[in-house]
C-alpha cells in the first residue's frame, strides 16, 4: 500500500505558484515515488494554517518567503513560526529570492526552517528528489530495517536464545502450537548481543543509537534514549542519576510506585506533596499549583521536583509556571508522562512537558501509542545532563539480553508517529467526542467532563483534559463496577482500562477504530434498556494524610525489622502497630497510592483505614503487605534498629 504523502505551497504569486505546482506534480508522476508525494496550493496564511490542522497526510510545507499579505510586515516568518507551533513534525522549506532572504529567516525563524530553495530556479526534478530524500529519512526505521535484514540472511544460531530462532518449537508435539500462535518472523527476530550488526541497546554506537536519534528528534528532546522494561525502571534510573544519599526532592504522593521504588534506591530524602482528591468519584487529581509553589520556596536544597502528567484519569497539569518556578530555584523537573506519549503528534493535546521546559520526561509509548508493552523512552533537555552516569546507571536497570522486538516496536512507533499520528489522533479525537455523545445519550451512563472530575482544590489551575480517556460515571446503570466489567467482558467482548467504586475509564489510542466505537455503544446501550434501578455504590474509605518520615526511606526498607498483625486476636486494628516505622511501600490497588512509604510513622488512622479497606474492598489487591497463612502482617523497624540508625539522616526528617 502507497501512502499518501502531501506537500502544501503557499503563494499568493498566482503564476509562479501553478508553474512550480504542475512542475513538482509532472516530477512526481515521473520519478520514483515510493512515498506517494503530491502537491497541492494555498495563497494566503489563513488557508495554509488551515490545512495545516485539518490534513493528516501533510509532510511538508514550501513557503513563499515573498508572499505579502495586508497589515504585515514578514507574513513568512509569522506563517513558519504558527506552522511550527501547531505541527512540529511537519518539513519546511523556505522559496527564497535571495542569501539576505535566508539571513532574516534564520534570524526570525531558523528553529522553524528545515531547508531552502531558491524560487526562481525551479528545478522540479531536484526539488522534488530532495523532499523524497527527506521523507525517506524521516520515516526510516534503522533498527527494525537491519534486524529484518539480519532475518532475511537465514544465519544458523550457535548462540542465545536457547529456541535457536524459534527451531526448538517448530514440529514439537507438546509446544508446536507456540511457534504456530507467535509465528516464524517474531522467533526468528528474538536475538542476542551475539549479533554485532543489530548494535548494543546498553552501549549505542549503531542502527540504535541512529534510531534513538530520529525520536529524539520526534519528540522534541535534546536526547532520548530506548527502555525495554517500561517507564517503572525509566524513573528509577532518573531518580539514580539525578540524586545522592540525603539529597532532598519534591514528589507527588500520588506518583506511580516506580518512583517510590526510586526514592529508596537512591537514599534521597523525599518531601511528599498531597494530591487533590475528588471524593465523589474516588479520583486523584494533581497537586494544587499553590502547594507545589509553596515547598519549592519552602525547600531551596531540593534537587528535584517530579510529577506525574497526565494522570490515569487524563488530567494534565499547567507546566509552564511551575517548571519555571523550579527552575529559578534551581531545581531539575522530571515528568512521568507514561500515559502521554501521543500529545506531541497533535496540537489539541499539546504543550508536551519538553515543550514546557521539562528537565526529564519518561513516557511509555506502548501505552498510546504503536509499541509493545514494556516498551519505553526516557527523553533528555537537561543542559547539564550528564550522560556519562547516566549510562551506568541505565546498564545497572537494563537487561544485557534486551528483546529486540520491543526495540523494533520503539523504532516502528516513532515513523509511525510522525508520519501519521496526527491524522489517527485526530480520528481518536473525533470519535471521543462522537463516544462521549453517544455514552451520554443511554440515559444510564454520563461522560466525566473536565469540571466533573477536577477536586475544588485545582479548578483555578488551569488543569486541562486529555479526551482521548473518558471517565465514565456508572452510578445511575444499577451495576457496581465488577459487575459491569463481568457484563462487558463475557456478554459483549469488551474490556475496559480501570474503574472506582463508580466510574469506569476507557482509552482511545490510535488504534481506536469506528467499529469498536459502535460496539462499544451498542453493548452501553443495551445495558441501559435492563433500566436496572441505580444502586448505593460502596464508597471507599478515605486515604489518611500523610504523617511524618522518622527516617530515610532507604535506611527502613533494607532493615530486617519485624513482622507485627495487622489485626490482634479479636480481629480488630493492631493498636501496637501505631507509633512504628513502616519498611515497606504499603498500596491498596486501586487507586494505587501508597499508604505508607518506608520510614513513614504508622498511625491509629492508618492502622484503621488499612483494616476496614481489607475487610470491605474484596477486590481491593493490597500491595506490600505479608501474608502468610491468612493473616496479613506489617514489617516495621525495630526500637533497636531506629536507635542505631545514622544520627544525621535521622536528625534531618525528624526535624
Known amino acids: 500500500m502507497t501512502p499518501v504523502s502531501r506537500v502544501l505551497i503557499v503563494s499568493n504569486d498566482a503564476r509562479w505558484q501553478a508553474a512550480v505546482l504542475a512542475g513538482l506534480n509532472a516530477a512526481a508522476a515521473r520519478l520514483h515515488n515510493p512515498l506517494g508525494l503530491c502537491f497541492a496550493s494555498v495563497a494566503c496564511s489563513s488557508d495554509a494554517l488551515a490545512q495545516v490542522a485539518h490534513d493528516g497526510e501533510l509532510q511538508f510545507v514550501l513557503l513563499d518567503k515573498g508572499m505579502k499579505e495586508q497589515g504585515q510586515t514578514q507574513p513568512a516568518v509569522e506563517l513558519a513560526n504558527q506552522i511550527s507551533a501547531l505541527r512540529p513534525e511537519l518539513s519546511l522549506y523556505i522559496l527564497l529570492q535571495d542569501d539576505d532572504e535566508k539571513v532574516l529567516m534564520e534570524t526570525l525563524a531558523s528553529h522553524a526552517v528545515d531547508g531552502y530553495f531558491y524560487r526562481d530556479e525551479q528545478d522540479f526534478h531536484g526539488w522534488f528528489r530532495i523532499l523524497a530524500a527527506e521523507l525517506a529519512e524521516k520515516s526510516a526505521t534503522p533498527f527494525y530495517d537491519r534486524l529484518k535484514l539480519y532475518v532475511s540472511m537465514a544465519k544458523d544460531s550457535w548462540h542465545t536464545p536457547g529456541h535457536s530462532g524459534g527451531d526448538s518449537f517448530k514440529n514439537s508435539p507438546w509446544v508446536g502450537d507456540f511457534y504456530d500462535f507467535v509465528g516464524e518472523e517474531m522467533l526468528r527476530a528474538d536475538l542476542s548481543v551475539s549479533v554485532p550488526m543489530l548494535d548494543s541497546l546498553l552501549h549505542p554506537t549503531g542502527v540504535i543509537a541512529d534510531a534513538q536519534t530520529l525520536a529524539a528528534k520526534a ?94 484519569d487524563g488530567l494534565r497539569y499547567d507546566l509552564p509556571p511551575i517548571i519555571a518556578a523550579a527552575h529559578a530555584a534551581g531545581i531539575k523537573v522530571v515528568v512521568d508522562e507514561a500515559w502521554y506519549g501521543h500529545a506531541r503528534f497533535h496540537h489539541a493535546l499539546r504543550p508536551t512537558a519538553l515543550e514546557s521546559g521539562a528537565d526529564y520526561v519518561t513516557q511509555s509509548t506502548h501505552k498510546v501509542l504503536s509499541a509493545f508493552s514494556q516498551a519505553s523512552m526516557i527523553h533528555v533537555n537537561d543542559p547539564a545532563f550528564d550522560e556519562h552516569l547516566f549510562r551506568e546507571n541505565f546498564n545497572m536497570h537494563a537487561s544485557t539480553s534486551p528483546q529486540y522486538n520491543l526495540i523494533a516496536s520503539l523504532d516502528v512507533a516513532r515513523k509511525q508517529a510522525v508520519t501519521e499520528g496526527f491524522r489517527l489522533l485526530d480520528r481518536a479525537l473525533k470519535l471521543a467526542q462522537e463516544l462521549r455523545q453517544k455514552i451520554n445519550s443511554t440515559g444510564a451512563f454520563r461522560v466525566l467532563e473536565l469540571e466533573d472530575l477536577l477536586p475544588q482544590s485545582v479548578c483555578d489551575d488551569g488543569i486541562r483534559l486529555d479526551p482521548t480517556k473518558l471517565t465514565v460515571d456508572i452510578s445511575q446503570a444499577g451495576y457496581s463496577a465488577d459487575e459491569l466489567q463481568r457484563a462487558l467482558f463475557e456478554r459483549f467482548n469488551i474490556q475496559f482500562e480501570k474503574s472506582t467504586f463508580n466510574t469506569i475509564t476507557l482509552l482511545l489510542t490510535v488504534g481506536t477504530t469506528r467499529s469498536k466505537v459502535s460496539r462499544l455503544f451498542d453493548a452501553l446501550l443495551r445495558l441501559a434498556k435492563e433500566q436496572r434501578p441505580p444502586r448505593l455504590l460502596g464508597r471507599m474509605p478515605e486515604i489518611p494524610g500523610f504523617t511524618r518520615l522518622a527516617c530515610l526511606p532507604r535506611d527502613a526498607f533494607y532493615e530486617t525489622g519485624e513482622r507485627l498483625p495487622l489485626f490482634d486476636d479479636e480481629g480488630r486494628a493492631n493498636p501496637q502497630l501505631s507509633g512504628r516505622v513502616c519498611c515497606d511501600q504499603i498500596v491498596p490497588y486501586p487507586p494505587g497510592i501508597p499508604v505508607l512509604v518506608p520510614g513513614q510513622l504508622i498511625d491509629d488512622g492508618i492502622i484503621a483505614y488499612l483494616a476496614r479497606l481489607l475487610k470491605t474492598q474484596k477486590r481491593i489487591e493490597m500491595h506490600g503487605l505479608d501474608e502468610e497463612g491468612g493473616e496479613y502482617r506489617v514489617r516495621v523497624l525495630t526500637p533497636a534498629e531506629l536507635a542505631a540508625l545514622p544520627g544525621q539522616a535521622g536528625a534531618a526528617v525528624r526535624e
Not at 536526547?223 to 542519576?241: E, H, L
Open 219 to 312: 519528540f522534541g528532546a535534546r536526547k532520548t534514549y530506548f527502555a525495554t522494561n517500561g517507564t517503572s525502571t525509566s524513573n528509577k534510573v532518573i531518580f539514580q542519576t539525578l540524586l545522592a544519599p540525603g539529597d532532598k526532592l519534591l514528589l507527588d504522593r500520588n506518583c506511580h510506585k516506580s518512583v517510590h521504588h526510586g526514592v529508596i534506591l537512591s537514599g534521597a530524602l523525599p518531601l511528599y506533596l498531597d494530591s487533590s482528591v475528588n471524593r465523589h468519584y474516588g479520583i486523584f487529581g494533581p497537586v494544587p499549583k499553590q502547594v507545589i509553589f509553596d515547598a519549592i520556596a519552602a525547600n531551596p536544597d531540593a534537587r528535584v521536583l517530579i510529577l506525574t502528567s497526565c494522570t490515569y
